[in-house]
């Protein structure tokens, strides 16, 4: 099957990088598929990963804390729906906001009773919802949460993602952060979400210490050959009460300068199919207990200095995506970085 003619007819409206922009933003790509601007409502429902329950091992991914990445949410005592009130609120007063896409942010939004999940997601629906977002591992994706998500996609007329987490294509390196799964898995997740319609966001983390440039190229290589619609990138944070903490402090890596952050940044864009939309270039770490974050500087100077970046050096997303389709035929010789 060829995973980019596959049944996601909406990858038609997906535009290339526009000529003035470096990459192709997330926020804009909103405007054109829905007509203006939409806003993100996250949900944190109470949960658990298989690899913190043993299932796929104990103590979860070695950077996560016990919010489980949730931790720019509400409560999760909350009900589904009093969460999506508070936020629509916030959002509606703040910004004006008309039109929202449902988030289930924290921990692995998949990995709970068919009838709770179908629950979840029937919570979220109402007429100023353009979209569902779930946020999952590529390791509890099953068929049956996938046939629902697509008739609810056809009956309501949602865009509909699956944010799967992969942090990095480097299987060596997943099982260093004990993420409890490998590529294989994640390939198996794209290839099954896409046969539905539905869309895909991947997850990276693009300073794993113990990944270095040819896993950042990888990185995009692997999900441009697999067609995924957004990418959302992450630097790392390190968080007290985790084991990556605990290994930061006893000085058993380092994280990378912000400049090598942010030259990885740029050659993962120069290599990514010009035609995925990126959600993030950088991330926010908790507000509490942090070890590290984003060198010290707000998320937002990080995002700037990528941005600044690519404009010196004159070069935009997709620069170098000049690898599928048999193109080592035409090219000589292997890259180094
Ligand atoms: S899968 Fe996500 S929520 Fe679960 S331990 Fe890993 S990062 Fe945390």
Same mark, same amino acid.
């Given at each position: 099957?060829?995973?980019?003619?596959?049944?996601?007819?909406?990858?038609?409206?997906?535009?290339?990088?526009?000529?003035?922009?470096?990459?192709?933003? +997330?926020?804009?790509?909103?405007?054109?598929k829905f007509g203006g601007k939409v806003y993100k409502l996250p949900v944190n429902l109470p949960g658990t990963c298989p690899n913190r329950d043993g299932s796929?091992?104990?103590?979860?991914?070695?950077?996560?804390?016990?919010?489980?990445?949730?931790?720019?949410?509400?409560?999760n005592?909350?009900?589904?729906? $009093?969460?999506?009130?508070?936020?629509?609120?916030?959002?509606?007063? !703040?910004? &004006?906001?008309? $039109? *929202?896409?449902?988030? *289930?942010?924290?921990?692995? &939004?998949? +990995?709970?009773?068919f009838t709770v999940f179908r629950e979840n997601i029937l919570s979220a629906c109402s007429a100023d919802v353009v979209g569902i977002s779930v946020s999952t591992r590529p390791d509890c994706i099953n068929d049956r949460y996938l046939d629902f998500l697509n008739e609810i996609?056809?009956?309501?007329?949602?865009? @509909?993602?699956?944010e799967l987490g992969l942090q990095t294509v480097n299987y060596h390196t997943l099982r260093k952060i004990n993420r409890g799964h490998t590529l294989a898995e994640f390939i198996d997740?794209?290839?099954r979400i896409h046969r539905r319609g539905l869309e895909v966001c991947a997850h990276l983390i693009v300073n794993l210490p113990w990944d270095d440039l040819h896993d950042v190229v990888e990185n995009? $290589?692997?999900?441009?050959?697999?067609?995924? !619609?957004?990418? $959302?990138?992450?630097?790392?944070?390190?968080?007290e009460n985790t084991i990556l903490g605990d290994m930061y402090k006893r000085g058993e890596f380092a994280v990378m300068p912000l400049e090598s952050y942010v030259q990885s940044v740029v050659l993962f864009l120069e290599h990514l199919d010009p035609r995925i939309v990126v959600q993030r270039l950088v991330g926010k770490g908790p507000a509490e207990d942090l070890l590290f974050s984003n060198w010290g500087?707000?998320?937002?100077?990080?995002?700037?200095? @990528?941005?600044?970046?690519?404009?010196e050096r004159n070069t935009r997303q997709g %620069? %170098?995506?000049?690898?599928?389709?048999?193109?080592?035929?035409? %090219?000589?010789?292997?890259p180094e970085y």
């Amino acid at each position: 099957m060829d995973i980019i003619n596959n049944e996601c007819k909406d990858w038609d409206v997906i535009r290339l990088t526009p000529e003035k922009d470096r990459y192709n933003i +997330y926020s804009r790509h909103l405007k054109d598929k829905f007509g203006g601007k939409v806003y993100k409502l996250p949900v944190n429902l109470p949960g658990t990963c298989p690899n913190r329950d043993g299932s796929a091992g104990t103590g979860g991914c070695i950077f996560c804390d016990k919010a489980g990445s949730g931790f720019q949410c509400l409560p999760n005592t909350l009900s589904v729906q $009093k969460q999506i009130e508070e936020n629509r609120e916030y959002f509606k007063k !703040r910004f &004006n906001a008309q $039109k *929202f896409i449902i988030y *289930f942010q924290a921990f692995t &939004n998949t +990995y709970m009773p068919f009838t709770v999940f179908r629950e979840n997601i029937l919570s979220a629906c109402s007429a100023d919802v353009v979209g569902i977002s779930v946020s999952t591992r590529p390791d509890c994706i099953n068929d049956r949460y996938l046939d629902f998500l697509n008739e609810i996609k056809k009956e309501k007329g949602l865009a @509909i993602d699956l944010e799967l987490g992969l942090q990095t294509v480097n299987y060596h390196t997943l099982r260093k952060i004990n993420r409890g799964h490998t590529l294989a898995e994640f390939i198996d997740a794209v290839i099954r979400i896409h046969r539905r319609g539905l869309e895909v966001c991947a997850h990276l983390i693009v300073n794993l210490p113990w990944d270095d440039l040819h896993d950042v190229v990888e990185n995009a $290589k692997v999900l441009s050959a697999l067609g995924v !619609r957004y990418v $959302k990138l992450h630097s790392l944070y390190v968080v007290e009460n985790t084991i990556l903490g605990d290994m930061y402090k006893r000085g058993e890596f380092a994280v990378m300068p912000l400049e090598s952050y942010v030259q990885s940044v740029v050659l993962f864009l120069e290599h990514l199919d010009p035609r995925i939309v990126v959600q993030r270039l950088v991330g926010k770490g908790p507000a509490e207990d942090l070890l590290f974050s984003n060198w010290g500087t707000s998320w937002w100077k990080v995002k700037q200095m @990528i941005e600044e970046s690519l404009e010196e050096r004159n070069t935009r997303q997709g %620069r %170098r995506f000049d690898y599928l389709n048999g193109s080592a035929l035409l %090219r000589g010789g292997f890259p180094e970085y």
